[in-house]
């Protein structure tokens, strides 16, 4: 019996059971997508690659790899305030598996649905290595989208949730991928913060989400902004205790998809009442921007702490 086409598994697999989009004029099936822009917003645009091996493990289902892979694109969406429009799917496979591409599409079609967004087109390709890149894009009402180069001094630094479950379970996941339960969800079902992003737009100064580490996206936002971010170690919200053996982890091992974010100290009340509405159940306020030479101090009850490493990095592990 052979094996299913190219254009087989777009049909079967990607071709319907996604959301809608209204401004969609063109979606799969052809050289491009076709999107009416609404009047008075500006597109918002990321593009996202996993790669077996590096960024999942090679054997994790293929529904839980699906999940992993839009809610981590999505998450930038959030970081800038944008209401989804639709996404873009490109896959390198190393074999046209019909059982391992049914399970993907699967776990892809809920998390799209679960999320909101539209699926508008893609591509598959043949490789050694599975490879998946998602772009998402979004809208946002003009000028207001969610930078990281406008941190300003006196302002608060906030911390949607909590940091520190995905790192700390990652070794549990290398010795079962299949495993899909609550201490896994922060790992393949990470939390995407996108109604909470789009009520900061009128409320913060800067965001970005934490994918590669707590503190390393936190310089981010110092080195754009030109600013110092001092952080209470005891006021963030982590995983395990500060007394725990691997309490520092939490804010270096990145995959939490949190929201990091500033805003002025006349906003916290709305900030607040925003996280309610939100049902962040952690949402706290974390440290302060001060003027100086871009960095990011962290302190635990008044020491400065130092980390040999602070976050991930591809070409130096």
């Known amino acids: ?61 293929g ?33 046209n598996n019909e059982d391992f591409l049914q399970d993907f599409a699967s776990g892809l079609r809920l998390t799209a649905n679960t999320l909101g967004i539209p699926l508008l087109g893609g591509d598959t390709t043949y490789g050694k290595q599975l490879t998946i890149s998602v772009a998402v894009q979004g809208w946002l009402p003009r000028g207001l989208g969610l930078r990281r180069d406008a941190a300003r001094a006196g302002q ?27 201490e896994t969800a922060p790992y393949y079902h990470p939390r995407v913060h ?12 800067s965001a970005i989400d934490i994918s ?3 503190i390393q996206d936190a310089r981010h936002i110092a080195n754009a902004s030109g600013v110092i971010l001092n952080l209470d170690a005891t006021a963030i919200p982590t995983s395990v205790s500060p007394e725990h ?15 990091l974010f500033t805003a002025p100290q006349s906003a916290r009340e709305r900030i607040e009442a925003c996280a309610l509405t ?26 400065l702490l130092t980390f040999e490493q602070e976050g991930y990095t591809h070409f130096n592990r």
């Open 1 to 61: 019996m052979s094996r299913p086409s190219e254009f087989d598994l777009i049909r079967d697999c990607f071709s319907s059971g996604y959301p809608a989009a209204n401004d969609l004029l063109l979606g799969i099936g052809d050289d491009c997508s076709l999107i009416r822009p609404p009047a008075d917003m500006e597109l918002a645009q990321s593009i996202d690659t996993q790669v077996a091996g590096v960024h999942f493990p090679t054997d994790a289902p």
């Open 63 to 95: 529904n839980l790899i699906a999940s992993r892979a839009l809610r981590c694109a999505v998450s930038d969406l959030a970081a800038m305030g944008a209401v989804p429009q639709g996404f873009h799917l490109a896959l390198t496979l190393s074999d």
């Open 156 to 182: 608060d630094v906030w911390l949607t949730g909590k940091v520190g479950a995905a790192a700390l379970v990652l070794d549990d996941i290398l010795r079962d991928p299949t495993r899909d339960d609550q």
């Open 194 to 205: 996108l109604s909470f992003g789009h009520l900061l737009l009128s409320l913060a100064t």
């Open 212 to 214: 590669d580490g707590l």
């Open 245 to 259: 053996s691997r309490w520092r982890e939490c804010l270096t091992g990145g995959d939490d998809y949190q929201l």
């Open 278 to 303: 939100a049902g962040l159940n952690h949402c706290a306020r974390i440290g302060h921007v001060e003027e100086g030479e871009p960095d990011v101090c962290v302190r635990k009850n008044g020491e």
